[in-house]
């Protein structure tokens, strides 16, 4: 059984910093492509950052480009979203995801992550 369980996020002021974490089990982690995702209130999901199965490459929404930063340790079987610099438009709910294929097709449960302005 595939499962992602995601911890961090809260409430932080704007230009503050939140670790998101999403640990997995049930698969062989480290050949598995890994992404993040977020939704906003009366928005659809969006792409936030996805990372390759050993961790050297990484590609960023624009909207957060050069504030967050994804990392994976495999040995954890742990997935990491640093978030810098947050604004108020940065508040949603965070999911991890693993990519099978073209695809993704295990998700986390969710993290919500608040900016007040």
């Known amino acids: 059984q595939v499962q992602l369980v995601q911890s961090g996020g809260g409430l932080v002021q704007a230009g503050g910093s939140l670790r998101l974490s999403c640990e997995a089990s049930g698969r062989t982690f480290s050949r598995d492509v890994m992404g993040w995702f977020r939704q906003a209130p009366g928005k659809e999901r969006e792409f936030v950052a996805r990372?390759?199965?050993?961790?050297?490459?990484?590609v960023y929404a624009d909207s957060v480009k050069g504030r967050f930063t994804m990392s994976r340790d495999n040995a954890k079987n742990t997935v990491y979203l640093q978030m810098n610099s947050l604004k108020p438009e940065d508040t949603a709910i965070y999911y991890c995801?693993?990519?099978?294929?073209?695809?993704?097709?295990?998700w986390g449960q969710g993290t919500q992550v608040t900016v007040s302005s």
């Open positions: 990372i390759t199965r050993s961790g050297t490459n990484t």
């Open positions: 995801a693993i990519a099978i294929g073209s695809s993704y097709d295990y």
